[in-house]
């Protein structure tokens, strides 16, 4: 009890500083912000025979405040930095943001707003079909989303099929348990659909991701060079069912425009020919 009693009695005691002060009322003062460092117990109480006990100053209180603050920020920092290490199969994902937008994709407004009514999305399980010619900005539209919900920690994968056939023929965990695991991220995003190989394993296991993904109840984003037309119209029962899931889980948005890629091919062609013209210094 000694030991607790001394343990108390330390909490209770006020740190004074050279500048600190005796007020009119008895209690100690910053010499700083000049407000009470001390407080007394209400009603004349004492206890361990002190009257008093202490109490934060406006710059002691404004330094613990800064000191939290920078604690969660650290904290958030880190969680953003172990959701994108996790969620993204690409590091070049993480530069895909909104704040990286040139503009160029027309459509970006729609993930805005997906961002921001996120919540309805979830628990109504609404997905978006993204779809239309290469290089129109499909990817970076749902890049933009999933680093947008990641830094507000909710984790997202975004990856590719032919990641996941191969992590499923490769990795040591069963089946079922990884693609348990891929339901469970609250969005999965799954860039360039369409894209892998029409072998029978390869469409079946396709199914079981879009079905079980489909039976958590869960958001599915995907990005598909494939036209509506093709995917509303598929020419064999296999694709049929894949494509019924998607339809039913997903909102088309179609992409136009010009190759973005294509675009960037040629401004850095012609940046080389003036590099090698002398025309501009490096």
């Known amino acids: ?29 910053c010499g700083k912000c000049h407000k009470p460092k001390e407080a007394y117990f209400p009603q004349g109480k004492e206890l361990f025979g002190r009257d008093r006990h202490p109490s934060e100053c406006d710059c002691r209180r404004a330094e613990r405040e800064r000191l939290e603050k920078k604690e969660s920020e650290k904290k958030h920092s880190d969680e953003v930095e172990r959701l994108k290490r996790d969620g993204f199969t690409d590091p070049a994902i993480r ?12 459509q970006i407004e729609k993930a805005h707003f997906y961002v921001e009514h ?21 990817s970076y539209f749902a890049g933009c989303i999933a680093n ?19 992590n499923l023929f490769t990795s040591a965990e069963g089946r079922n348990e990884y693609i348990t695991r891929l339901c469970a991220y609250p969005l999965l995003i799954l860039d360039d659909f369409g894209m892998e190989r029409g072998t029978e394993y390869g469409l079946e296991q396709v199914y079981n991701v879009i079905d079980s993904r489909y039976r958590s109840n869960k958001p599915l984003i995907t990005t598909t060079n494939l036209t509506l037309e093709q995917i509303q119209h598929p020419q064999d029962t296999a694709h049929a069912r894949i494509y019924d899931r998607l339809l039913e889980m997903c909102v088309p948005v179609c992409f136009t425009g010009g190759n973005f890629r294509r675009v960037t091919a040629q401004q850095k062609m012609h940046r080389l020919k003036k590099l090698m013209e002398g025309g501009e210094s490096q």
């Open 148 to 166: 947008a919900l990641m830094e507000q920690e909710v984790p997202v994968c975004m990856t590719n099929f032919a990641m996941i056939l191969n």
């Open 118 to 138: 996120w919540e309805t999305m979830k628990s109504e399980n609404i997905g978006y079909l993204l779809w239309g010619n290469v290089g129109t900005g499909k």
């Open 1 to 29: 009890m000694n030991g607790l009693t001394d343990t108390i009695l330390k909490m209770m005691d006020t740190t004074q500083e050279p500048e600190d002060y005796k007020g009119e009322d008895g209690l100690m003062y």
């Open 95 to 106: 530069h895909w943001t909104f704040g990286n937008d040139n503009g160029n994709c027309l």
